[in-house]
């Protein structure tokens, strides 16, 4: 198993190559907590994994979990359609975001970075609402 990590677009690129299971799955763990900051946006390169075990599945939906925790963003690309097949029979595909290839993953992320901005940009603020000092309680 190899590990590749860059950065293209303000999105870290984590290339996998070879099976994601129980003796793997830790070490990409390991070396992808370090890529997770408040906002960040990940592309998951798993166009050269072969096996995908029970153990690579948890440790996929607990990073998942994480990087939702800390407001980042992931998204897989590049999987073969007997990952993508495992995915679906065990219910996964509802939890993460898959995209063809790395390009349309990066486009997502971007897309995904935009909204969350606008939203945090436009959002009503607690100052709007504020009572009206003229009014008086009775």
């Known amino acids: 198993m190899q590990i590749f990590i860059q950065t293209i677009d303000a999105a870290t690129v984590v290339t996998i190559n070879g099976e994601l299971d129980g003796k793997t799955a830790p070490i990409i763990q390991a070396q992808l907590a370090q890529a997770c900051a408040p906002g960040c946006q990940i592309a998951l390169d ?5 096996y995908l075990s029970s153990a690579g599945l948890r440790m996929l939906l607990m990073l998942n ?7 980042g963003r992931i998204v ?8 993508i097949d495992t995915l679906a029979e065990t219910g996964f595909l509802a939890y993460l975001q898959i995209e063809e290839t790395l390009d349309l993953g990066l486009v ?3 897309k995904n970075f935009e909204a969350q ?3 945090r940009n436009n959002s009503p603020r607690a100052d709007r609402f ?7 309680s009775v």
């Open 46 to 50: 798993m166009q050269h994994v072969n």
């Open 65 to 71: 979990r994480q990087i939702a925790g800390l407001n």
């Open 76 to 83: 897989m690309v590049g999987l073969s359609s007997d990952l």
């Open 108 to 110: 997502a992320l971007h």
């Open 117 to 119: 901005d606008d939203y």
């Open 130 to 136: 504020a009572p009206d000092p003229q009014l008086r």
